[in-house]
């Protein structure tokens, strides 16, 4: 099994290398095209010093080199920085803001869910529904622009840019969190009703049972599998950071890099960011998938 998941990363890992990097030569220009006009003796040794004047056979073998051996090489952008330094130092606070904003999600989320289950087209259902059709409908760049105006802009409340402490992450997780909190409330509450509606509910009922305890015990470990098969892919992409309100709150994550990376072509951060991306999604979706394999029997492969 092990085995299997190590050759899933490996595989798609490798296709999205390679993608990435036919895409970065049909791209018109190069990393150093937009820079002012220099001689072409000194172009030609910048290019030969990052090897751009190879062949892009070869070129592309060394690319598969580096991400074997997670060493992208240096970063155009910041002579003498590796990407791999790169990443070491952006991720962790990446990683940070967005266990916040998971956090977040699953606080809001349960209840809303659990609250709409138990009262199908009641108020609660009503309020989940409008949060769930708020959260998908509204982009999370304009959630962050409106939380940044009136908390940061207007109110004072919170810092409006940068990466100073607990305050400085208020406002970027609420924005990442708004997408996983109205997707996974409305998991739950469709999970969950169904659930209420088996037979073996309606046995505890008929016994007797206390409602908050068929909820609490019997019930919600039945929607655990779902919840984490979900639970995965956002995880990745929540802790990666958003590169939008990355960008928007100054946030010195990955995502602003990334950002930076595509627009200044620089290639080493582009093909490495990618990689690493890749890589922590697909190990969060197998993870989270195994989970919920081993936690619902019927999933499971024979």
Not at 135 to 147: D, K, M, N
């Given at each position: 099994m092990l085995a299997r998941s190590a050759a899933i990363v490996i595989v798609v890992a490798w296709a999205v290398a390679t993608a990435t990097f036919i895409l970065m030569r049909m791209t018109p220009g190069g990393p150093f095209s937009r820079d002012r006009k220099i001689p072409a003796a000194v172009q030609q040794a910048i290019e030969h010093y990052y090897h751009l004047d190879e062949p892009a056979w070869k070129q592309y073998a060394r690319y598969l080199g580096a991400a074997a051996t997670g060493r992208f090489g240096p970063s155009y952008d910041q002579p003498g920085v590796t990407v791999g330094e790169v990443i070491a130092q952006r991720f962790p606070v990446s990683a940070v803001l967005g266990v916040i904003a998971l956090a977040i999600s699953l606080t809001l989320a349960f209840p809303l869910g659990i609250a709409a289950a138990l009262k199908p087209g009641?108020?609660?259902?009503?309020?989940?529904?409008?949060?769930?059709?708020?959260?998908?409908?509204?982009?999370?760049?304009?959630?962050?622009?409106?939380?940044?105006?009136?908390?940061?802009?207007?109110?004072?409340?919170?810092?409006?840019?940068?990466?100073?402490?607990?305050?400085?992450?208020?406002?970027?997780?609420?924005?990442?969190?708004?997408?996983?909190?109205?997707?996974?409330?409305?998991?739950?509450?469709?999970?969950?009703?169904?659930?209420?509606?088996?037979?073996?509910?309606?046995?505890?009922?008929?016994?007797?049972?206390?409602?908050?305890?068929?909820?609490?015990?019997?019930?919600?470990?039945?929607?655990?599998?779902?919840?984490?098969?979900?639970?995965?892919?956002?995880?990745?992409?929540?802790?990666?950071?958003?590169?939008?309100?990355?960008?928007?709150?100054?946030?010195?994550?990955?995502?602003r890099d990334f950002v930076y990376s595509i627009s200044n072509r620089n290639y080493p951060m582009i093909m490495g960011l990618t990689v690493f991306y890749t890589v922590l999604l697909v190990s969060f979706n197998l993870i989270s998938d195994g989970v919920a394999r081993w936690l619902d029997p019927r999933t499971r492969r024979p």
């Open positions: 009641g108020w609660p259902d009503r309020i989940n529904a409008t949060a769930a059709s708020a959260g998908v409908a509204i982009p999370s760049f304009i959630l962050a622009s409106l939380l940044l105006y009136v908390f940061s802009l207007k109110l004072r409340l919170f810092p409006g840019s940068g990466w100073y402490g607990a305050a400085s992450a208020v406002l970027p997780a609420i924005s990442l969190s708004a997408l996983p909190t109205a997707y996974l409330a409305r998991l739950i509450r469709s999970e969950l009703s169904e659930v209420l509606r088996s037979d073996f509910l309606r046995t505890a009922r008929a016994k007797g049972v206390a409602p908050w305890r068929i909820v609490a015990v019997h019930a919600l470990r039945h929607i655990l599998a779902p919840v984490l098969a979900f639970l995965g892919p956002q995880a990745a992409a929540v802790m990666t950071g958003s590169f939008v309100v990355e960008l928007i709150f100054d946030i010195p994550g990955l995502g």
